[in-house]
């Protein structure tokens, strides 16, 4: 599949950075008409990770945590995240979600969530895969807070990091 990494404004100009922002207009806010656009098959990827103490990523590991399955709560947390991201964030569009993919990568002191969303359909998809990344991503911390608390209640060992697009494709229908 070809990159999609340019994008096109609403009068046809292609750039590889946002020449001119398009969802302000002399300071107002609106959401981008995309009607005239044609439906294309659409792909993006996105990837985190959480950092944690290695004793708590051997917990989740071998499924120790009190509050039940952890990576299989943050699968059903970044699905949901993706299905509602339209409600999140502003001037995102409500798209038709036709298939999320989530993949988990433990280390010895992070685990790392890919998420890869595909729509059909007038706009892409990267903003539905950061949120199923980020919200996922937070699922694990909320799951495994209790044992990464120090004693004054932080978290100086944990953190989300590396939050990014890694893909982001189109093709013709």
């Not at 946002?18 to 098959?41: F, I, N, R, S, W």
């Not at 990523?57 to 990576?71: F, I, T």
């Not at 790392?112 to 706009?123: F, S, W």
């Amino acid at each position: 599949m070809p990159d999609d990494s340019t994008h096109t404004d609403p009068d046809g100009a292609v750039g590889g950075e946002a020449d001119e922002l398009t969802h302000t207009e002399e300071g107002d806010v609106q959401m981008v008409d995309v009607g005239e656009k044609p439906d294309t098959a659409r792909r993006a990827v996105a990837r985190g990770t959480v950092h944690l103490q290695p004793s708590t990523v051997a917990a989740v590991r071998d499924d120790r945590v009190s509050k039940g399955d952890v990576l299989a709560t943050a699968r059903v947390g970044a699905v949901q995240a993706v299905k509602h991201t339209w409600e999140t964030i502003p001037m995102c569009h409500q798209i038709p979600v036709t298939n999320v993919e989530t993949e988990f990568a433990v280390e010895e002191a992070s685990v790392t969530l890919t998420v890869a969303v595909e729509t059909t359909g007038k706009t892409g998809c990267e903003m539905e895969a950061l949120e199923g990344v980020t919200t996922g991503l937070n699922v694990i911390w909320d799951m495994v807070k209790s044992a990464e608390k120090d004693a004054n209640g932080g978290y100086p060992a944990t953190r989300i990091t590396d939050v990014e697009v890694v893909e982001k494709t189109k093709r013709p229908l």
